[in-house]
């Protein structure tokens, strides 16, 4: 018999969104790894061209101010954005989960002051708490990760906690309660099975939003120096002045790779949109 996710993941890929988007996001997650075949420079590597040369039959995207090839920095770009984008919205879903739940259950106390927390780290402004934990932290993908779960959180956990107060009214809540169930098995045994789809629907936009801030972050020189990536290479772009003497070669294929990714999350989002929509009905 085909399990639940299983159901799900096939009811997404049938549909022309939903194997778009998922092909689109496999396929530069695979980039990196297929680099090799595609050409034989290192995206590390200096001199292998000469310096801001324009795409060539050596260099099909050209070269950076230190002649190395845009190809190969293009090709294993992409995985640092997904990578950081799917951990994010892995760890808001666990934060959701565990703050977002007990603040709508509980009616006192322990829920007031959950959402207390939620509304105080939902009017922290991102962008500034970004550079401030960026420069305190240190650059290392894991740092980057735990900055934007840390902004990406309250929102969703908002969301979910209003749709658990309606439910803890509802009749089956009151029946677990009458049977002697504790609070932590009604939680997560009777009310997470009936807010799992809008937990996985918001996972998805807090992708997008980490992936389009995770490239900001690079952009603006806060990310891993050594680390090939869409973000960096921008920002390599810019210190050079390569995008004010024309050389878009170096700008646009990062820039095309971003959009190009964040959209095939936003294909995802609609294609699961339907399909979970389709279920509650």
Request: net charge neutral.
């Amino acid at each position: 018999m085909e399990s639940r996710s299983g159901h799900l993941i096939r009811r997404i890929l049938v549909d022309p969104k939903g194997m778009v988007g998922a092909g689109v996001i496999l396929a530069f997650s695979l980039l990196p790894f297929l680099r090799p075949l595609i050409t034989k420079y290192s995206p590390e590597a200096v001199g292998v061209g000469a310096p801001n040369q324009p795409p060539s039959s050596l260099h099909p995207l050209g070269t950076t101010s230190l002649g190395q090839d845009v190809l190969s920095q293009f090709l294993t770009g992409g995985l640092v954005p997904v990578e950081v984008g799917v951990l994010t919205g892995i760890f808001t879903s666990l934060l959701v989960i565990l703050v977002g739940i007990p603040a709508g259950y509980y009616v006192r106390i322990g829920g007031r002051l959950l959402n207390l927390v939620t509304d105080i780290f939902l009017i922290l402004p991102a962008l500034p708490l970004i550079i401030l934990l960026g420069v305190y932290l240190g650059p290392s993908l894991l740092n980057q990760v735990l900055v934007l779960t840390l902004i990406s959180w309250p929102f969703p956990a908002r969301v979910v906690a209003s749709q658990v107060v309606s439910l803890r009214e509802r009749e089956f809540i009151k029946v677990a309660k009458a049977l002697g169930a504790s609070d932590v098995r009604i939680m997560f045994g009777e009310v997470l099975p009936n807010v799992v789809n809008l937990i996985i629907s918001n996972s998805i936009l807090v992708i997008i939003f980490a992936i389009l801030f995770q490239t900001a972050i690079s952009f603006l020189g806060l990310g891993i120096p050594t680390q090939p990536g869409w973000g960096n290479m921008l920002y390599y772009a810019e210190q050079s002045g390569a995008i004010a003497s024309g050389e878009w070669w170096w700008v646009v294929p990062p820039g095309l790779g971003i959009l190009a990714v964040a959209f095939a999350f936003s294909l995802l989002f609609l294609r699961l949109e339907e399909v979970l929509g389709l279920e509650v009905r």
